[in-house]
């Protein structure tokens, strides 16, 4: 086993504490209809649909990835962030959790979503669980930190959150909206997607005892990361292919998803090119020929071209961010390998 | 202005300067169509239905005024309290929020609940904005404690929002079992109602620095007075008079809602009773003469008496606790007080 998963499987043991010892000290006990922290089991991959022990997919474990290797990049203890991985992937899932029941989203990496099965009222409490639980693996670096770090973490986290938050309600506003300017859509995303990417490389760094110098240049790693990984999503979300990323090609399209691309396309977009959009967006459905006009459009606006570009540019800056905030080592090869990936990849 | 009213103005205070704190830094701006931290305030009672600011009534704040009670009965200064105050109301309001989507309801405090104005989607946002701002509420007491103490705080607070959920968990499961034990019924409300006045009462006298065993006192004083006020709360869902509660009479046998005296009842019944309560349950709507019906056979079982003799069982027994806990003085007279009001209320 190398380092990195052996970090992870610190952040996994980490993650099973806090909830094991929830349920043990828990009013629950064996009489629910709904066992609680099974479903949290559930949904991190842990219980099968009739909350039996099996091993499955529950997520990639990136942010705390990124967070162990940044803390290992700063000079620190990578164990020594284990808590605070743990936390953050436990935060993650409660977003997740709660999108799944905003979006009406029904399957989620290849298993029906928590909300699904469980129905919507109970979901709600499965995040708000994870959410609390997120905070008490947090709690769990106390004692390897100095108390001025830990309070600077806990405000930082919870502060996060709140960009998460409006990341998503900026997200769903857009759905009633007739257009998003970039600017608002880039808005979205560094809350949505960039602010826990942002906390997760700043925090490794913080639990590293980096100075605030480079402390900040953790963070904004952290940003350009985020930022790129969701602009490589959205492209992948339009010209992503079946084989790769297991959705239809253009699937953003037939759900009218304000991603980049639409958002770049609405706004060059001549007179009659927008009324036709404007227009689809109004029917109950995209038809397959109306996907193809759009493809079409994307490609006559030079929008694939553009969103690449940005890809690419954030991809360059993550990794200059990168090379002067980590000192040369395995830890930086690692992040500069992480990057890569998330900027080329294709699922 | 007496202490009490000081008391809650600071903790007024911290509330709303977390909340303007989050929006100021917040990504929203002035963009979205929804202005989340302008919601918060409309359910906390600082806004109306447009969002102009107003000042109406927003919940009692009973457990931040119990929580500063209680610090200042154990000997501390109460405004050492107030972000701890601050944190309990906005994770009360949290909870509240999310229960309003789960149950339904479309009024609290006779205005509209957040998702009926602004949809379930955006209003599990508010719940989650509302429950991080809660922790930052608490970190604000960082200043004012030992480094060990905050962590204890930050601890059992995140458990006593586990609790919370796990009794919500539970009583959402009540809804759709034909029967529920009394056990599993002090269950549901110790985590539902009763652990975040614990919490409040046992924050309150930890902010004052007390010895352990005092603190333990405190804990099971705002435990018994939790569990006695939602005990009475059922007591008047079933024999509540209009003028009082705003509600109809018997809205708990009309909502079939498994409170306590009903659980009482459907444990005592003979055979041909249950079976009639059962096929009552099963029926879309309760007629006035079943409401009449029901009401006549907790009389029969002397359900009535057993509610009543129930919560002043656990009033007795929270006076006796306080009297232990805390020394004789204007702090201790203004909780007794608070105690005779909640065991003695008719709304």
């Given at each position: 086993?190398n380092?990195e998963?052996?970090?992870?499987?610190?952040?996994?043991?980490?993650?099973?504490a806090?909830?094991?010892?929830?349920?043990?000290s828990?009013?629950?006990?064996?009489r629910?209809?709904?066992p609680l922290?099974?479903v949290?089991?559930?949904?991190?991959?842990?219980?099968d649909?009739?909350?039996?022990?099996?091993?499955?997919e529950?997520g990639k474990?990136?942010?705390?990835?990124?967070?162990?290797?940044?803390?290992?990049a700063a000079?620190?203890d990578?164990?020594?962030?284990?808590?605070?991985?743990?936390?953050?992937e436990?935060?993650h899932?409660f977003?997740?959790?709660h999108?799944?029941?905003?979006?009406?989203?029904?399957?989620?990496?290849?298993?029906?979503?928590?909300?699904?099965?469980?129905?919507e009222?109970?979901?709600?409490n499965?995040?708000d669980?994870m959410?609390?639980?997120?905070?008490l693996?947090?709690?769990?670096?106390?004692d390897r930190?100095p108390s001025?770090s830990?309070?600077?973490?806990l405000?930082?986290?919870?502060?996060t959150?709140?960009?998460?938050?409006?990341?998503?309600?900026?997200?769903l506003?857009?759905?009633e909206?007739?257009?998003?300017s970039?600017?608002?859509?880039?808005?979205?995303?560094?809350?949505?997607?960039?602010?826990?990417?942002t906390?997760?490389?700043?925090?490794g760094a913080l639990v590293?005892?980096?100075?605030?110098?480079r402390?900040e240049r953790?963070?904004r790693?952290?940003?350009?990361l985020?930022?790129g990984?969701?602009?490589?999503?959205d492209?992948?979300g339009i010209?992503?292919?079946?084989?790769?990323?297991?959705?239809?090609?253009a699937d953003?399209?037939?759900?009218?998803?304000?991603?980049?691309?639409?958002v770049l396309?609405?706004?060059?977009a001549s007179?009659?090119?927008?009324e036709f959009?404007?227009?689809?967006?109004s029917?109950?459905?995209?038809?397959?020929?109306a996907?193809a006009?759009?493809?079409g459009?994307?490609e006559r606006?030079?929008v694939?071209?553009r969103?690449?570009?940005e890809?690419?540019?954030l991809?360059?800056e993550?990794?200059?961010?990168?090379e002067?905030?980590?000192?040369?080592?395995?830890?930086?090869?690692a992040l500069?390998?992480?990057?890569?990936?998330?900027?080329?990849?294709?699922?």
């Amino acid at each position: 086993m190398n380092d990195e998963q052996q970090g992870l499987q610190q952040v996994e043991q980490y993650m099973r504490a806090v909830i094991e010892r929830a349920e043990s000290s828990g009013i629950l006990g064996e009489r629910p209809t709904l066992p609680l922290y099974r479903v949290l089991a559930y949904h991190l991959g842990w219980a099968d649909e009739r909350l039996h022990p099996v091993r499955v997919e529950g997520g990639k474990r990136i942010r705390p990835l990124l967070c162990l290797l940044c803390c290992q990049a700063a000079g620190g203890d990578p164990a020594a962030a284990a808590p605070v991985g743990a936390a953050i992937e436990l935060l993650h899932n409660f977003t997740l959790i709660h999108d799944d029941i905003q979006d009406r989203s029904r399957t989620r990496r290849h298993r029906p979503t928590v909300w699904a099965l469980w129905g919507e009222a109970q979901a709600i409490n499965a995040g708000d669980a994870m959410f609390a639980l997120s905070q008490l693996a947090l709690l769990e670096a106390a004692d390897r930190l100095p108390s001025d770090s830990l309070t600077l973490l806990l405000k930082a986290f919870n502060e996060t959150t709140l960009r998460i938050v409006e990341g998503q309600v900026l997200d769903l506003s857009f759905e009633e909206r007739p257009s998003v300017s970039v600017t608002e859509y880039l808005a979205m995303i560094r809350g949505k997607t960039a602010a826990l990417t942002t906390f997760a490389a700043w925090a490794g760094a913080l639990v590293a005892g980096t100075d605030l110098d480079r402390l900040e240049r953790f963070r904004r790693f952290g940003e350009a990361l985020g930022l790129g990984f969701q602009i490589q999503d959205d492209y992948l979300g339009i010209w992503g292919r079946r084989e790769e990323t297991g959705k239809e090609p253009a699937d953003d399209i037939r759900r009218r998803k304000k991603s980049l691309p639409i958002v770049l396309l609405l706004e060059a977009a001549s007179r009659p090119d927008r009324e036709f959009l404007d227009a689809l967006w109004s029917r109950p459905e995209v038809s397959d020929q109306a996907v193809a006009q759009v493809l079409g459009l994307l490609e006559r606006y030079g929008v694939r071209e553009r969103v690449r570009a940005e890809v690419e540019r954030l991809h360059r800056e993550a990794q200059a961010l990168l090379e002067e905030a980590a000192s040369p080592g395995p830890a930086r090869d690692a992040l500069a390998a992480l990057l890569d990936r998330l900027a080329t990849r294709s699922v």
